[in-house]
T-cell receptor, first 113, second 112 residues
């Protein structure tokens, strides 16, 4: 059963703590992405990776960090420097960048209080 | 900056009617466009895509139209069903950008 998995579905943290969101894909895709979605809004790009050991900042990278040590995995760390971390986080992958369909995971809803 | 936007934030239709969701884009150099459907609390699902060398593409009950002259993209859903109720996003790939740019979404409500 191929696809993208994100865990956990819901995550709660106290302000000032770093938290890492998991994203795994078994589609053999080279490219992976992280987006943030706020209520009633579209998706904003945080980071993307075109290939293993390479990643680029998106439009709202401040306060976030990523790694791409394996093709299948692209974890996102929300640091304490992110001013408004509460949001719905979506991971996606595609065969390559840029003009290809992106497959999305089910998302992780992060709440920071 | 460059952006992708939508004309209507909410569209309400009767079951069985056809739906048309519109999207305006500002980057004339974009070469790829895609429509996604997102149900509440879930990740977006691919509906249909189109490249800039095409004007129209059809799928199962859906059609995407691209008008490059006025930089307009539309998604037509035939015989809309209650299961089509969701938020629909258009996205574009501006040339030189290595990722998609998403619009803010249109909510489609199907009345039984």
């Amino acid at each position: 059963d191929g696809g993208i998995t994100q865990s956990p579905k819901y995550l709660f943290r106290k302000e000032g703590q770093n938290v890492t969101l998991s994203c795994e894909q078994n589609l053999n895709h080279d490219a992976m992405y992280w987006y943030r979605q706020d209520p009633g809004q579209g998706l904003r790009l945080i980071y993307y990776s075109q290939i293993v050991n390479d990643f680029q900042k998106g439009d709202i990278a401040e306060g976030y960090s990523v790694s791409r040590e394996k093709k299948e995995s692209f974890p996102l760390t929300v640091t304490s420097a992110q001013k408004n971390p509460t949001a719905f986080y979506l991971c996606a992958s595609s065969i390559a960048t840029p003009s290809y369909e992106q497959y999305f995971g089910p998302g992780t809803r992060l709440t920071v209080t | 900056g460059e952006s992708v936007g939508l004309h209507l934030p909410t569209l309400s239709v009767q079951e069985g009617d056809n739906s048309i969701i519109n999207c305006a884009y500002s980057n004339s150099a974009s070469d790829y466009f895609i429509w996604y459907k997102q149900e509440s609390g879930k990740g977006p699902q691919f509906i249909i895509d189109i490249r800039s060398n095409m004007d129209k593409r059809q799928g199962q009950r859906v059609t995407v139209l691209l008008n490059k002259t006025v930089k307009h993209l539309s998604l037509q859903i035939a015989a809309t069903q209650p299961g089509d109720s969701a938020v629909y996003f258009c996205a574009e790939n501006p040339t030189g950008r290595r990722a998609l740019t998403f619009g803010s979404g249109t909510r489609l409500q199907v009345q039984p």
